[in-house]
T-cell receptor, first 116, second 115 residues
Framework: GAGVSQSPRYKVTKRGQDVALRCDPISGHVSLYWYRQALGQGPEFLTY????????KSGLPNDRFSAERPEGSISTLTIQRTEQRDSAMYRC??????????????FGPGTRLTVL | AQSVAQPEDQVNVAEGNPLTVKCTYS??????LFWYVQYPNRGLQFLLKYITGDNLVKGSYGFEAEFNKSQTSFHLKKPSALVSDSALYFC?????????????FGAGTRLFVKA
């Protein structure tokens, strides 16, 4: 079956522009996570959704970052007024069940964001 | 605070030899522990997890990991390495008593298996 998909795969933008990154989780997966991964580092948690509810946004670095999942499926991570330090790989992951934290996550291929 | 340490940036092993990739952790409460593997230009793939029960857990591709509560470790092992095992390996932890749903990942260990 289809895995987690993300679009675009690569995004180059100029400093100050807004970007929207899309995640399409595995069909039926309840949980959805966003991570940011810098080169040479592990994924860094950004936010978590259970269905359409954003239950944890403690990892969002500042108020320029926001995420939504309005119908409990596709999610969008938006970065406003991008800065060069936002350049990273942004990864989405989904998990089949809800708040059970013992479930493994299925990761998408990521979106490589470069802010010039 | 939760944390994960992978003390080795890189592990080199000859094909056919046993391999170990180390991971230590710090969490509040009991840990949920995971290993993921990342191949070039691909997303992370789940290998195995420890939730409760037997300290030795077996996962995909012949990998296993041993949970050691006293040493707060969860080292990844394989009895006989393959060249195709060469990849980036991440250890991850989630504590049961921390707020939120944060999973903490280590910085990763690059495994090179030489033919």
């Amino acid at each position: 079956g289809a895995g987690v998909s993300q679009s675009p795969r690569y995004k180059v933008t100029k400093r100050g522009q807004d970007v929207a990154l899309r995640c399409d989780p595995i069909s039926g997966h309840v949980s959805l996570y966003w991570y940011r991964q810098a080169l040479g580092q592990g994924p860094e948690f950004l936010t978590y959704f259970n269905y359409e509810a954003q239950q944890d946004k403690s990892g969002l670095p500042n108020d320029r970052f926001s995420a939504e999942r309005p119908e409990g499926s596709i999610s969008t991570l938006t970065i406003q007024r991008t800065e060069q330090r936002d350049s990273a790989m942004y990864r989405c992951a989904s998990s089949p069940r809800g708040t059970g934290t013992w479930n493994e996550q299925f990761f998408g291929p990521g979106t490589r964001l470069t802010v010039l | 605070a939760q944390s994960v340490a992978q003390p080795e940036d890189q592990v080199n092993v000859a094909e056919g030899n046993p391999l170990t990739v180390k991971c230590t952790y710090s969490v509040s409460g009991n840990p949920y522990l995971f290993w993921y593997v990342q191949y070039p230009n691909r997303g992370l793939q789940f290998l195995l997890k420890y939730i409760t029960g037997d300290n030795l857990v077996k996962g995909s591709y012949g990998f296993e990991a041993e949970f050691n509560k006293s040493q707060t470790s969860f080292h990844l092992k394989k009895p006989s390495a393959l060249v195709s095992d060469s990849a980036l390996y991440f250890c991850a932890v989630r504590g049961t008593y921390t707020g939120g749903f944060k999973t903490i990942f280590g910085a990763g260990t690059r495994l090179f298996v030489k033919a």
